[in-house]
């Protein structure tokens, strides 16, 4: 059976990503094809990766995308600076950091499992003291907790794991490109992101960077990396320098990450985080008005995604289909622990605007009103404006 | 420094793939996207799996793209059926089945090295008597070895390894779309492929395939898949069935490879295949008048990927870098043992066509001319011609 021709209704696309990628992105992977070889490709390789280090704010030389999605970023970072017997420390608040547990798991090496409540930042005191004891091989953590909303300072651990000799490993799959990351400034070891949230992109990709500490453990490594297809001994040959083969690298999805971080650079990244910020003050002033209350304390709410509860006697999933269905807009909803407890609302990337924060402000009160709960007309959007300064 | 606007030169692009992306594959991409767990979206993998069982030629339930180029599903393959002990035999008679040592390798599984010299195909007798004698837990061959030219026959084997209990594990990078596969008939347990080559899409994923007798080689596993990314226990939930969260679809990939196989579909697999063949038949006759021989012997040449000895005393590199930069027509080079003795021209998918077969000959008597061949002027065309029954 041949399905029909590709004709979906379009959604305002607010929930944990992807978000709606940038129309010009769109517009760029329509570019007829080169060969992963062809000198004009190479070419654009090196502008790739030249303002991929701009927007992650460092020098690294091995900087380039991962030709897969976030999760595949995580597991290149992890498979390739871990062997059987090392030790790596890995802080899970929320969905994603009990991800990194397993991924970390299956290279074989000693996992140390640190655990906070779904919802709350690590105490950076307390992070100290066991990167002090335990002297890990590498320390693995989430910037921006996409399941919980909860930005993790990352203040002087940097600085700690330098000292102590361990690589400082930074999930950025949420804050990249919409909250601020320098990864030189902070001694990050290796970051990886996402194509498909602050980039304006389609999903796809995976922007990576290793400073040159971790490039030295890869080169130290005593056995193969686990994994062929992430192995960055093999992949840095392509990227690093002398473009030779490792795989076909994903042509269009190349143009479109090129075609995002050109949009990010000519906005500027400070105006670009700073954008971010203002259009999250105006939700959450709105969604407050609308009694919907933030999952994360004050101080480490993340402006790009906005995690609240659900209401008490307001359903979950019914709520959200309404607002996909009558609304075309998706919220996305809660994972793990926070599964038909929370409602993430994502401000990202191209979709960090005053329309998507009025239109949802809009939807959420009607719904919420027809699922029964007590709502002054227009409170939302009206508090939104206020926000603004309107 | 932010790049220009992405405006490359346009290519033919008849190497080893990616080939050019059919004008429509390249249009849907610009669909707006969708979240990867909306029920529009759902839909779209369900008819994007139908009709890859359709291509596939098989029934099998697991049927999907991996997220990430063709290498990754050969991964996927190995890292999900293999254990530590458990033991594979693996051909070799080219530059991928020599990777998928590598790849198996990693697995921590005994891997049993098969060797033929690069341009000859594998002769079944023998490789049934290895079976019988290894009854291994897995075979895997390359049905079409891009380096080399080369078809490999599967007669019988699919069945022999039902009797022996073992998975066969086939490479059908090359092949899918282009040349005749049928994984079911052939007994295949477990078959890969990629997006860039006989489906006319951009390079970024890999078609894959599991037969009943894999998918319950997996669910036997004692242990956890080593690669997290590529574990199907988990992304047979997302694709499977349940559709529950693994990692973020990349959408505007599913999108093209949706287009590209109702692209296959509305031709016809046949039909195809007949077009792959009649092609070849004419660009084989044009480049025997140019003087240029076929790695392949006759009866197991690619119809797809024409691999040909570079003749004595002409260049490689220079020659084909002034078809690429002179006539925007990209042909390959040689991997491996074959490097710098070999061409290697596509007609893959949407550039299997006449015009791409005149326009390689004419072009490459031009070259071999102004490199010192002596060559009768038109005589690749007019050879090409007589094949079409012009």
Redesign the interface.
Not at 108 to 119: D, E, K, S
Not at 225 to 251: C, F, K, N, Q
């Given at each position: 059976?041949?399905?029909s021709q590709?004709?979906?209704?379009?959604?305002l696309?607010l929930?944990p990503?992807?978000?709606?990628?940038h129309p010009r992105v769109?517009?760029?992977?329509?570019?007829?094809?080169?060969?992963?070889l062809?000198?004009?490709?190479l070419e654009?390789m090196t502008?790739?990766q030249?303002?991929m280090r701009?927007v992650f704010g460092t020098n690294n030389r091995l900087t380039f995308p991962i030709?897969?999605?976030?999760?595949?970023g995580?597991?290149t970072c992890l498979?390739n600076l871990l062997e059987p017997d090392d030790t790596v420390v890995v802080c899970a608040k929320g969905f994603f950091g009990a991800?990194m547990i397993?991924?970390a798991?299956?290279t074989g090496a000693r996992v140390i499992a640190l655990h906070q409540p779904w919802g709350q930042a690590f105490d950076l005191n307390h992070l100290r003291e066991v990167l002090k004891r335990e002297r890990p091989k590498a320390f693995g953590i989430v910037q921006a907790e996409t399941s919980t909303g909860v930005h993790q300072s990352l203040e002087g651990l940097g600085k700690l794991c330098q000292e102590l000799g361990t690589l400082l490993i930074v999930d950025c799959v949420t804050s990249l490109g919409c909250t601020p990351l320098k990864v030189d400034d902070l001694k990050i070891d290796a970051a990886f992101s996402?194509s498909?949230k602050g980039l304006g992109c389609?999903?796809?990709l995976s922007p990576l960077t290793f400073s040159d500490r971790a490039v030295a453990a890869l080169k130290a490594r005593k056995s193969?990396?686990?994994?062929?297809?992430?192995d960055l001994t093999m992949i840095e040959s392509y990227w690093g320098g002398d473009r030779s083969?490792?795989?076909?690298?994903?042509?269009?999805?190349i143009?479109?990450l090129?075609?995002g971080?050109?949009i990010v650079?000519?906005e500027g990244l400070e105006a670009r985080w700073a954008r971010h910020f203002r259009n999250h003050v105006a939700l959450k002033a709105g969604l407050e008005a609308l009694g919907l209350n933030y999952i994360a304390a004050p101080g480490c709410q993340l402006p790009q995604l906005n995690a609240v509860h659900i209401p008490a006697g307001i359903e979950d999933i019914p709520n959200r289909k309404r607002m996909?269905i009558d609304f075309d807009i998706?919220i996305g909803g809660g994972?793990g622990d926070f599964k038909g407890k929370a409602w993430r609302i994502g401000l990202m990337g191209y979709n960090s605007k005053p329309s998507s924060v009025f239109q949802v402000l809009a939807a959420l009160e009607t719904v919420l009103r027809g699922a029964g709960l007590k709502v002054a007309a227009g409170s939302g959007v009206a508090a939104a404006e206020v926000a603004y300064g309107n």
């Amino acid at each position: 059976m041949i399905a029909s021709q590709l004709t979906p209704r379009s959604r305002l696309l607010l929930g944990p990503g992807p978000c709606d990628a940038h129309p010009r992105v769109l517009t760029a992977m329509t570019t007829p094809l080169l060969g992963h070889l062809d000198p004009q490709f190479l070419e654009i390789m090196t502008e790739t990766q030249s303002m991929m280090r701009e927007v992650f704010g460092t020098n690294n030389r091995l900087t380039f995308p991962i030709s897969a999605t976030g999760m595949a970023g995580m597991e290149t970072c992890l498979v390739n600076l871990l062997e059987p017997d090392d030790t790596v420390v890995v802080c899970a608040k929320g969905f994603f950091g009990a991800r990194m547990i397993d991924v970390a798991e299956r290279t074989g090496a000693r996992v140390i499992a640190l655990h906070q409540p779904w919802g709350q930042a690590f105490d950076l005191n307390h992070l100290r003291e066991v990167l002090k004891r335990e002297r890990p091989k590498a320390f693995g953590i989430v910037q921006a907790e996409t399941s919980t909303g909860v930005h993790q300072s990352l203040e002087g651990l940097g600085k700690l794991c330098q000292e102590l000799g361990t690589l400082l490993i930074v999930d950025c799959v949420t804050s990249l490109g919409c909250t601020p990351l320098k990864v030189d400034d902070l001694k990050i070891d290796a970051a990886f992101s996402c194509s498909q949230k602050g980039l304006g992109c389609p999903p796809g990709l995976s922007p990576l960077t290793f400073s040159d500490r971790a490039v030295a453990a890869l080169k130290a490594r005593k056995s193969k990396v686990r994994s062929w297809y992430l192995d960055l001994t093999m992949i840095e040959s392509y990227w690093g320098g002398d473009r030779s083969y490792h795989h076909t690298a994903p042509i269009s999805m190349i143009y479109a990450l090129r075609e995002g971080l050109r949009i990010v650079l000519e906005e500027g990244l400070e105006a670009r985080w700073a954008r971010h910020f203002r259009n999250h003050v105006a939700l959450k002033a709105g969604l407050e008005a609308l009694g919907l209350n933030y999952i994360a304390a004050p101080g480490c709410q993340l402006p790009q995604l906005n995690a609240v509860h659900i209401p008490a006697g307001i359903e979950d999933i019914p709520n959200r289909k309404r607002m996909l269905i009558d609304f075309d807009i998706e919220i996305g909803g809660g994972l793990g622990d926070f599964k038909g407890k929370a409602w993430r609302i994502g401000l990202m990337g191209y979709n960090s605007k005053p329309s998507s924060v009025f239109q949802v402000l809009a939807a959420l009160e009607t719904v919420l009103r027809g699922a029964g709960l007590k709502v002054a007309a227009g409170s939302g959007v009206a508090a939104a404006e206020v926000a603004y300064g309107n």
